[in-house]
């Protein structure tokens, strides 16, 4: 166990402390105010307060720990060896920033609650971000900088074994349309005929019509693929389902619809099932509800993890509401054009309310590349070294890698081609040094 003396306990302070070390580094802490307990401690401890109470190890605190609410807060980013840091410490620190402030400020998403610029949906965007800005955005720094701190402690504490945890992939199917021209209605397909007609994409007409007469399979019917990869892979997919009314936003499926309904338990019988909301349930508790208990009457139990469409988040009311009607994982932490650690790391981390100033029981699982961020790299080898590249930022601090596919991007359609190799890849890390 750590022990941490500290001139104040905040809940800032424990749940910034608590994911470098219990959640990345495996090691239990408590904390303390009192110097004869600190001094008493013969395991793991260290100090973080304004000045060091001997020759321990030692890092200044930053201010951010100890506040309530939000401040305009002055950031400069520092090279640190291979990457980047904030918050600086100065010379009597272990290390030259404020390791946790650094983390808890990328963690919480402060930077999301302050002023910024959205795109056409309403999202934060990467550029927006400070990962961004300073060229960090491709590494998970909050896990490079516990590893850096962990070096710290062994050599201070020689005999010390540090677990090990090992590199894991979760990948994250999304389904916001079952199928392409299946299940679709007489209504939305005659629209899609009339559209097909005038827009002279004789093709697509002869396609929709094989499928519906059940000549062809549909394009976005690649289920059995992917249970089938599912039944030789150690990692269990999720996939989101979303089962919301039909709108301008989303188009899926009618959940009534007895064969969708039989897909779902189908699905839920080799995979994880969560719910992919709506774009109105994103606003409204009231449809996100409804759109529980509907998912929860198909799969016959509790629904666990969720998604949000789009993936937008409105901090902290998104979150809120999660936690409210006892969802307990979210995967929409992430963006949809870039590659890379929207909140830093790759450990799963607990939402942390800074209006209310609780952890939550929510745990966010920040995805690391969506199908969609790879469209605009042209070469399928690019796309290749751009995969290896994020997944060997993860593998380095033995995290987990989070990639979100979608069931139309394992289709032959030509935008996607060459996205089975890429899957492929990803299913194969898991089993690489």
Same mark, same amino acid.
């Given at each position: 166990?750590l022990l941490?003396?500290?001139?104040?306990? !905040?809940?800032?302070?424990k749940?910034?402390?608590?994911?470098?070390?219990?959640?990345?580094?495996g090691?239990?802490? #408590?904390?303390?105010?009192v110097?004869?307990?600190?001094?008493?401690?013969?395991?793991?401890?260290?100090?973080?307060?304004?000045q060091?109470l !001997?020759?321990?190890?030692f890092?200044?605190?930053?201010?951010i720990?100890?506040?309530?609410?939000?401040?305009d807060?002055?950031?400069?980013?520092?090279?640190?060896?291979?990457?980047?840091?904030?918050f600086s !410490?100065?010379?009597?620190?272990?290390?030259?920033?404020?390791?946790?402030? /650094? !983390?808890?400020?990328l963690?919480?998403?402060?930077?999301?609650?302050?002023p910024? &610029?959205?795109?056409e949906?309403?999202?934060?965007?990467?550029?927006?971000?400070i990962?961004?800005?300073?060229?960090?955005?491709?590494?998970?720094? &909050?896990?490079?900088?516990?590893?850096k701190?962990?070096?710290?402690?062994?050599?201070?504490?020689?005999?010390?074994?540090?677990?090990?945890?090992a590199?894991?992939?979760k990948?994250?199917?999304? &389904?916001?349309s079952?199928?392409?021209?299946?299940?679709k209605?007489i209504?939305?397909?005659?629209?899609?005929?009339?559209?097909?007609?005038?827009?002279?994409?004789?093709?697509?007409?002869?396609?929709?019509?094989?499928?519906?007469?059940?000549?062809?399979?549909?394009?976005?019917?690649?289920?059995?693929?992917?249970? =089938?990869?599912q039944?030789?892979?150690d990692?269990?997919?999720?996939?989101?389902?979303?089962?919301?009314?039909?709108?301008?936003?989303?188009?899926?499926?009618?959940?009534?619809?007895r064969?969708?309904?039989?897909?779902?338990?189908?699905?839920?019988?080799?995979? #994880?099932?969560?719910?992919?909301?709506?774009?109105?349930?994103?606003?409204?508790?009231?449809v996100?509800?409804?759109?529980?208990?509907?998912?929860?009457?198909?799969?016959?139990t509790?629904?666990?993890?969720?998604?949000?469409?789009?993936?937008?988040?409105?901090?902290?009311e998104?979150?809120?509401?999660?936690?409210?009607?006892?969802?307990?994982?979210d995967?929409?932490?992430?963006?949809? =054009?870039?590659?890379?650690f929207?909140?830093?790391?790759?450990?799963?981390?607990?939402?942390?309310?800074l209006?209310?100033?609780?952890?939550?029981?929510?745990?966010?699982?920040?995805?690391?590349?969506?199908?969609?961020?790879?469209? =605009?790299?042209h070469?399928?080898?690019d796309?290749?070294? /751009?995969?290896?590249?994020?997944?060997?930022?993860?593998?380095?601090v033995?995290?987990?890698?989070?990639?979100?596919?979608? =069931?139309?991007?394992?289709?032959?359609?030509?935008?996607?081609?060459?996205?089975?190799?890429?899957?492929?890849?990803?299913l194969?890390?898991?089993?690489?040094n």
């Amino acid at each position: 166990m750590l022990l941490v003396y500290t001139h104040k306990i !905040s809940p800032r302070l424990k749940y910034s402390f608590k994911h470098i070390f219990t959640r990345i580094l495996g090691i239990p802490v #408590q904390f303390t105010t009192v110097i004869e307990d600190f001094i008493a401690h013969d395991s793991l401890k260290m100090s973080y307060t304004r000045q060091p109470l !001997s020759n321990e190890i030692f890092v200044k605190s930053h201010d951010i720990l100890y506040e309530q609410g939000l401040s305009d807060i002055e950031i400069h980013v520092q090279d640190w060896e291979e990457t980047k840091c904030f918050f600086s !410490s100065g010379d009597k620190s272990a290390i030259p920033f404020d390791i946790f402030s /650094a !983390s808890f400020y990328l963690l919480s998403r402060y930077e999301e609650y302050l002023p910024h &610029v959205k795109d056409e949906y309403g999202r934060f965007t990467a550029q927006e971000s400070i990962a961004y800005k300073y060229g960090f955005l491709h590494q998970p720094v &909050v896990d490079i900088w516990a590893f850096k701190f962990r070096k710290v402690f062994q050599d201070q504490f020689p005999g010390f074994q540090f677990p090990e945890r090992a590199y894991k992939i979760k990948p994250i199917i999304d &389904v916001p349309s079952a199928y392409n021209f299946k299940l679709k209605g007489i209504m939305r397909t005659f629209g899609g005929t009339v559209k097909d007609l005038f827009s002279l994409n004789l093709k697509k007409l002869y396609y929709r019509y094989m499928v519906l007469l059940g000549l062809k399979r549909d394009t976005y019917d690649t289920f059995k693929y992917i249970i =089938n990869k599912q039944k030789h892979s150690d990692s269990k997919f999720l996939f989101f389902f979303l089962i919301g009314d039909y709108s301008t936003y989303d188009k899926g499926i009618d959940a009534q619809k007895r064969k969708f309904i039989s897909l779902i338990k189908q699905v839920a019988d080799y995979c #994880q099932v969560g719910l992919k909301a709506s774009y109105f349930a994103l606003e409204d508790i009231t449809v996100l509800k409804k759109e529980k208990l509907r998912m929860e009457s198909i799969i016959n139990t509790s629904l666990t993890a969720s998604r949000q469409s789009f993936s937008k988040l409105n901090l902290p009311e998104s979150y809120r509401n999660l936690v409210e009607l006892e969802i307990l994982e979210d995967y929409t932490m992430g963006y949809v =054009n870039y590659v890379g650690f929207r909140a830093g790391t790759c450990t799963p981390f607990f939402f942390y309310d800074l209006d209310y100033e609780i952890q939550t029981p929510l745990k966010i699982y920040s995805y690391h590349l969506l199908d969609y961020s790879l469209l =605009n790299i042209h070469s399928l080898l690019d796309k290749k070294k /751009a995969v290896n590249e994020i997944m060997q930022q993860v593998k380095q601090v033995r995290g987990e890698f989070i990639p979100i596919f979608h =069931n139309y991007t394992f289709s032959d359609v030509d935008r996607w081609k060459g996205f089975k190799d890429l899957f492929n890849l990803i299913l194969e890390s898991e089993h690489e040094n």
